[in-house]
């Protein structure tokens, strides 16, 4: 059994903080602040240019991608760090249509997130040979897959609600069809169990600092399947893609494997972060971490529709059917989010009307959920939501 | 004047080394390590997600943008921060295809980083519209704008050489031949004075982990002249891009101005030790660090070419055709350059044959100038480069 009390002293949380944002931004790793600090000293600081090779910097991206990929189900060799999700889900989008010129649609539904939608308008406008982004609502995304689809592009756990996509019974449905299967893991790489080998999913992209505790905009990952990775061309052609990146050929050719996805150069700092926070995984086991993530967010359910019954669950109640968050629904949950988030209690403010809350085992244990449960009872019944500060939108919700 | 002497205390240089590859990695800024600890101490690890508004992370990538353009001539508001140097002449070149339909020519030339040149290819395949990338000497460039061009790709240093192209000049030709000026500035911010208002540029690029000091992997920035900035489409168009981020609406719309050029979540840590590192800028006179680096490089070329008649000046002998970097070849400039290394004197090695050497004013007196040329001349003299371990090709030249 995954011992949580040791990977939550891993971990820095203001005391008397209850943090349930997890799902949007991940807890300082305690050792994050040193391995990072000693990264820049002993490594930038004295090795200077030589810490390309000497520190491995280089190699970096696909280390780290290797430690993400353990989490995901996901080969050695696999996976790549680099960039922004979005600009993942571009390289990953522009690759699967080139296999598929025969193929007009991008299927997608309507709790993908909205970067992944605009990438790909964008990817289509570029283009400008007919595609189509197809979106539909998550429970019809079954019986639109058909043979016009060159891609199916969907974020496997909806960032408002929760809800889970079945990624193989979904990529099954696509390969029949004749198409290609891409999966956002943003909000699923260290929030339950993935397998991408065994979906076997054509592409997969994810963010890092989420679950994974990697800090304000760490990099994202990339996976191309083994099978699919040297047919892949990649339109974000970048040198550190190209197969010798320092024979500075004027003509680019593309590198091994998933080498090809890398772009420019590694963010080498915020990867010292990363590594330091992917620490926390070892030892843990993902049946563990998916079983304490249903009691928190179950008992989470049980307390707040108890305490509170003006919200509405706005998540699959099923928690098989769910990730490792749960939305409730208010008119005024933007107000009610910032009243609690002023009491101590964190989530998130998703428009229109969804309060997230998510569940993280590695460092949430369940009397801080009753806890937040209790403060969510006491802002609703006293109002205290109801002042004009808590109703002024801040730029980041 | 300005104090070099100052802005030298700033930087933690190892005793006894002498630094000459500031033009491929800036060394570390000594505040850089604690400001970026502190942030994600106090920032990450106390505010969690309200950092975003209450540490100002999501307007940072503006703000370290305004103090970049400052070095470079941008007016405020016309630069942001993010992704690398490959991503940034991706969206640049994009919007610039887009804003002249009728014309297929990309010229560049074979002194372009090649980066630049696959990022264009790249993107030239995907389009599939029948554009052409056109390669020619630097010196031939000016002579090749003509009415088919849409747009000059150029960096005004040339990363080998060091030569200098003349912005103005060729941005004058280019919009007087229609064509829209795109120039990397990859070897120009931080090293020479830059006027992208007065040349008139369209688009610039740039990274900052060089001249800059950001280290390794610092983000890159991007500027758009603010007569086009409303006018181009954001080919990446991320949600960060978006008018309204948080609204999450299905639909993309592009953000205000240079905003449009964001694309995913800033890399809030990377973007902290960027930040801490360009206070060494406040109170520098570009003309006096100009003139410095050029009291530098030609003293470089004085004592080396008096010493190492073997060696073979690879840059322009007038200092006003340069850069802030001289090459010199050797056909056996790979081995010399790592025993070079290995005895303490810091450059590098861009294939086939040239030695790159750096000169950054901010933390580079003329002494060491003078000790560099005489270890490599001692390198020279006594062959001590002609050992196996100095021929074989590390992964980062």
Redesign the interface.
Known sequence: MTDFSKTRALF?L?DG?V?L?GN??G??PKK??DK??TM??EE???M??????AAG???QPRQVGDRVGRLIGAPEGSVVL??????KV?QAL?SALELRPQRKVVLSD?GN???D???A???I?????GHELK?VAPEEVEDAIDDTVAALMLTEVDYRTGRLHDMKRLTEKAHAAGALAIWDLAHSAGALPVDLAGADADFAVG?T?KYLNG??????FIYVAPRLAEKV????????G?DA????????RAGRGIDRMR?????????A?LDAALDAWEGVDMADLRAASIRLSERFIVEVERRCPDLTLGSPRDPEQRGSQVSFLHDNGYAIMQAL?AHDV?G?F??PNAMRFGFTPLYLGEDEVVAGAERLERILVERLWDRPEFHER????
Not at 48 to 53: A, C, S, Y
Not at 215 to 220: E, K, L, R, V, Y
Not at 235 to 240: F, I, K, N, T, Y
Not at 245 to 252: E, K, M, S
Request: with cysteine; charged share 15%; glycine share 8%.
């Open positions: 820095h203001p903080l943090y944002d949007s931004l807890p300082l994050a602040v990072t600090a820049m000293r930038w600081g004295e200077l240019i030589r810490g390309w090779n910097w280089m190699a680099g960039d922004t999700l979005s600009i571009y522009a309507n997130f909205p970067t939608l605009y990438m308008s964008g990817l406008q570029s283009l400008d040979k979106i963010c600092y800090g304000p905009g760490a990099p994202a061309r990649p339109a974000l052609s970048g040198w550190l190209h990146p320092f024979a500075f050929d004027l003509d680019y772009v420019g150069t590694p963010p080498v700092i915020a990867l972060a988030i964190i998130d998703r428009a801040a730029a980041v919700t």
